[in-house]
């Protein structure tokens, strides 16, 4: 089983629509999640954290289930400008924050 | 404010030949990290740098790979001899913090450099 599975997409959504990418991940002692946004040909960039007890964001909201080791993004009222991969990062935690395990992450296109 | 800097951003090159790729932090960081990207796998670590000193080269490929921090605004990632299956975009992040002690700092990721070896 991959570490950060994700669903590759493309999703293909009209601008104003609600979207939501789910991702799961394997290790059970993960204490640090995050969500990344690669636009094409560009690096990754933080987008946000994603705490136990849910956090918002403008038109994001990340959860984290931990029993069912999944977190979520949901992306209301869709703007051109939210096409990008995004990209689900999971850490160990503590001494080992730094070891960022990736997704491959989800394709989305906000179509006008 | 100057973000990771990272040259070049693109190298063309034949399977062989050295490649070497540069990196300089933001400076203040004092954590850098060496990534590499492709469709097969996805972004992976391939070594991570604290105060200059090789913490985890864990993920780096092969004896083919190295990487040195001769200071805190410098580092190299070498690839000698490079190979057709090195083809990827190899990024650089920077963080402000030492995550050893705990607690996670954002990374900064450079622009990257696509490599291609033909």
């Known amino acids: 089983r991959k570490e950060v599975e994700q669903d590759p997409g493309p999703f293909n959504v009209p601008e104003g629509a609600t979207v939501a990418f789910n991702c799961t991940y394997s290790?059970?002692?993960?204490?640090?999640f995050f969500w990344y946004r690669q636009d094409c040909r560009k690096e990754p960039k933080l987008l946000m954290s994603v705490y136990s007890s849910g956090n918002e964001d403008g038109r994001f909201t990340a959860q984290l289930n931990r029993a069912s080791q999944y977190i979520s993004l949901l992306i209301r009222d869709s703007k051109l400008s939210d096409s990008a991969t995004y990209l689900c990062?999971?850490?160990?935690?503590?001494?080992?924050?730094?070891?960022?395990?990736f997704g491959k992450g989800t394709k989305l296109s906000v179509i006008p | 404010d100057a973000g990771v800097i990272q040259s070049p951003r693109h190298e063309v090159t034949e399977m062989g030949q050295e490649v070497t790729l540069r990196c300089k932090p933001i400076?203040?960081?004092?954590?850098l990290f060496w990534y590499r990207q492709t469709m097969m796998r996805g972004l992976e670590l391939l070594i991570y740098?604290?105060?200059?000193?090789?913490?985890?080269d864990s993920g780096m490929p092969e004896d083919r790979f190295s990487a040195k921090m001769p200071n805190a605004s410098f580092s190299t990632l070498k690839i000698q001899p490079s190979e057709p299956r090195d083809s990827a975009v190899y990024f650089c992040a920077s963080s402000p913090a030492n995550p050893l002690a705990g607690g996670y700092n954002e990374q900064f990721f450079g622009p990257g450099t696509r490599l291609t070896v033909l």
């Open positions: 290790n059970s002692a993960s204490q640090s």
């Open positions: 740098f604290n105060n200059n000193v090789p913490i985890d």
């Open positions: 400076s203040g960081h004092n954590s």
């Open positions: 990062v999971v850490t160990p935690g503590g001494a080992g924050s730094y070891q960022l395990t």
